[in-house]
């Protein structure tokens, strides 16, 4: 089950799938409330909306129990669904979740000061966010995307250690050092004291094409932690 960041759907995982597809049965979900084809309505992130909808998602599908590999927010509602329902999640790959440590303020804040600039500087703003190019085609279409689509605002909430520590299943996570959204070093230390692996990259921001999931998820298969 593929799970996508904010401002964004399942057309981000378009470069990922041919090597998924060769292992795994894969459902590339567009999140409710987000700029895809699903649903608008947008749940509250403090209740268990958003669990409930994956479960209806799962049992769409026919699907008792699943692994996520989930980018950015799509790693809260990974985190989220599995802290809930833990007998429903085989393995847990994230890219720079959030929901592990607080997100940094002074890239909000220097976020509003450059969108005041125009175009050239929200197309910055945008691109030191994703720790992008600001020419990347990945930073062009994000702006296409802020151009119609109202992203949250306030911060995410932040996992307990009592739900984390009902997270039973193989989890694997990579994070960017150099971050602009999310404190990566406190989402590492969280993560490994609870059994996580995790890599840190350096000189990486927020956005990771490709880093390290298709390898967890093969172990996992061969591990018979579920089955492709």
């Known amino acids: 089950m593929l799970l996508h960041g904010s401002g964004s759907n399942s057309a981000e995982w378009a470069g990922r799938l041919p090597a998924l597809i060769g292992t795994f049965r894969v459902y590339a979900v567009?999140?409710?409330?987000?700029?895809?084809?699903?649903?608008?309505t947008r749940p509250p992130l403090d209740g268990d909306r958003y669990a409930a909808w994956l479960d209806a998602v799962l049992d769409h599908f026919a699907v008792d129990r699943a692994a996520f590999l989930a980018s950015s927010f799509g790693g809260w509602?990974?985190?989220?669904?599995?802290?809930r329902r833990p007998a429903r999640v085989a393995a847990l790959a994230l890219q720079c979740p959030v929901g592990l440590g607080p997100m940094k303020k002074a890239f909000v804040v220097k976020s509003v000061l450059l969108?005041?600039?125009?175009?050239k500087g929200r197309r910055k703003a945008m691109a030191d966010t994703l720790g992008e190019p600001a020419s990347s085609p990945i930073v062009e279409h994000q702006?296409?995307?802020?151009?119609?689509?109202r992203y949250r605002t306030g911060p995410f909430p932040v996992f307990g250690d009592a739900a984390l520590?009902?997270?039973?299943?193989?989890?694997?996570?990579?994070?960017?050092?150099?971050?602009?959204?999310?404190?990566?070093?406190?989402?590492?230390?969280?993560?490994?004291?609870?059994?996580?692996?995790?890599?840190?990259?350096?000189?990486?921001?927020?956005y990771l094409p490709d880093a390290g999931a298709l390898e967890f998820l093969t172990r996992a298969v061969a591990n018979?932690?579920?089955?492709?």
């Open 165 to 206: 520590g009902r997270l039973t299943m193989p989890v694997y996570a990579v994070v960017g050092a150099d971050d602009a959204m999310v404190d990566s070093a406190t989402t590492k230390r969280r993560l490994e004291a609870f059994g996580a692996e995790v890599d840190l990259l350096p000189g990486t921001g927020h």
């Open 224 to 228: 018979g932690d579920f089955t492709g």
């Open 115 to 119: 969108a005041l600039l125009g175009e």
């Open 77 to 83: 509602l990974a985190l989220d669904h599995a802290t």
């Open 30 to 40: 567009d999140v409710i409330g987000e700029p895809g084809m699903s649903a608008e």
């Open 143 to 149: 702006l296409l995307v802020s151009a119609n689509y």
